[in-house]
């Protein structure tokens, strides 16, 4: 008597592409605004609405991007956000500045500060 194995290798099928789609999820695109160019995101959470970083359109050179982890949580443990508001400077998929607020969760790094960032950025790219 031969037994039928044809469930378990489409069981075992779709599991293999479901982890394939998981990796390639985690893997592809670390920056939420796209893979090319600055982006500035800053990350708050509705509670902590008074302390919301109003300048961040202001800053020259740029993209900017706002993420609410109270309506996408699983922003906050991607980019390892312990703080409310954090503002994080991407170059294409890397992070490359992180400013975070104090312990009264107010943002305490300037828009001089990070726009000095955002321009040291630049010249190192020349």
């Not at 044809?6 to 075992?12: A, I, R, S, Y």
């Not at 982890?19 to 990350?43: E, H, K, R, T, Y």
């Not at 708050?44 to 706002?66: M, P, R, Y």
């Amino acid at each position: 008597m031969k037994k039928d194995y044809t469930v378990w290798k489409l069981f075992g099928g779709y599991l293999l592409i479901l982890l394939l789609m998981l990796i390639s999820n985690s893997a592809s695109g670390q920056s939420p605004c796209g893979d090319d160019g600055l982006c500035v995101v800053q990350f708050n959470a509705g509670f902590n609405e008074a302390n919301k970083v109003t300048w961040l359109g202001e800053l020259n050179d740029c993209e900017n991007s706002f993420i609410d982890i109270q309506i996408d949580a699983a922003a906050a443990g991607k980019y390892k956000i312990v703080v409310v508001p954090t503002i994080l400077i991407f170059n294409g998929e890397e992070e490359v500045g992180r400013f975070q607020a104090n312990i009264m969760m107010k943002m305490e790094a300037t828009k001089d500060e990070v726009q000095e960032k955002i321009d040291e950025i630049i010249m190192e790219d020349f």
